[in-house]
């Protein structure tokens, strides 16, 4: 069954440096988005991606984070100069179209010390 | 903005037995989506209900959407240890995001 996969699976950072994550989103998905979980709370909306443009993106994706679509299959979380507060599971997700379920990835571990 | 709130936040139930778990939105719900995450790992896709009224299964877990309540539940019959995990409930907001409730912890004694 088609996955979406994320790379790493965890990565600690110090404070201030720059730290991309990685998605590969299924292969004919159209639509894809990043969330995240801080340690025992919801999981929250960051961004949605369609037609290599941002769609919609929530009060915490401020101008620290980017997301990218660099080739046909890689997207791209980055965030800029980290902050211990970045903390969190980052998930991907992607869909077909509109009225289709939303598939997730494992997720990646930021750790920022 | 839409909220979601999930009950229980947690039970702990005897394998064999039944459970439900209920998820009430404060606006009307378009798509209902449920998930199972493990502790600290990725959310795997259940099920989705998107008409009210609508109902679905999938081996022993059956999900409904009561669209007048606003309210979507979750049974799973004859529990089993691998029914342990956090079930997550997610309403499309606006088609294009998921809007996530706080989650229900389910413990399966053996």
């Known amino acids: 069954e088609p996955e979406v996969t994320q790379t790493p699976s965890h990565q600690v950072t110090q404070m201030g440096q720059e730290v991309i994550l990685r998605c590969v989103p299924i292969?004919?998905?159209?639509?894809f988005y990043w969330y995240r979980q801080i340690l025992g709370q919801k999981v929250e909306f960051l961004v949605s991606?369609?037609?290599?443009?941002?769609?919609?993106k929530s009060e915490i994706f401020d101008d620290q984070f980017s997301v990218e679509r660099p080739d046909g299959s890689n997207f791209t979380l980055k965030i800029r100069s980290t902050k211990l507060e970045d903390s969190a599971m980052y998930f991907c997700?992607?869909?077909?179209?509109?009225?289709?379920?939303?598939?997730f990835g494992s997720g990646t571990r930021l750790t920022v010390v | 903005s839409q909220e979601l709130e999930q009950s229980p936040q947690s039970l702990i139930v005897q394998e064999g037995k039944n459970l439900t778990i209920n998820c009430t939105s404060s606006?009307?719900?378009?798509?209902l989506y449920w998930y199972k995450q493990k502790y600290g790992e990725g959310l795997i896709f259940l099920m989705m209900?998107?008409?009210?009224?609508e109902e679905k299964s999938h081996e022993k877990i059956t999900a409904k959407l009561d669209e007048k309540k606003q309210q979507s539940s979750l049974h799973i019959t004859a529990s089993q240890p691998s029914h342990a995990g956090i079930y997550l409930c997610?309403?499309?907001?606006?088609?294009?995001?998921?809007?996530f409730g706080g989650g229900t912890r389910v413990l399966v004694k053996p």
């Open positions: 997700a992607s869909r077909p179209t509109f009225n289709y379920g939303y598939t």
């Open positions: 209900l998107q008409k009210g009224g």
């Open positions: 606006k009307t719900l378009y798509g």
């Open positions: 292969s004919n998905h159209l639509y």
């Open positions: 997610g309403a499309d907001v606006a088609g294009n995001k998921l809007t």
């Open positions: 991606f369609y037609n290599n443009e941002i769609s919609e």
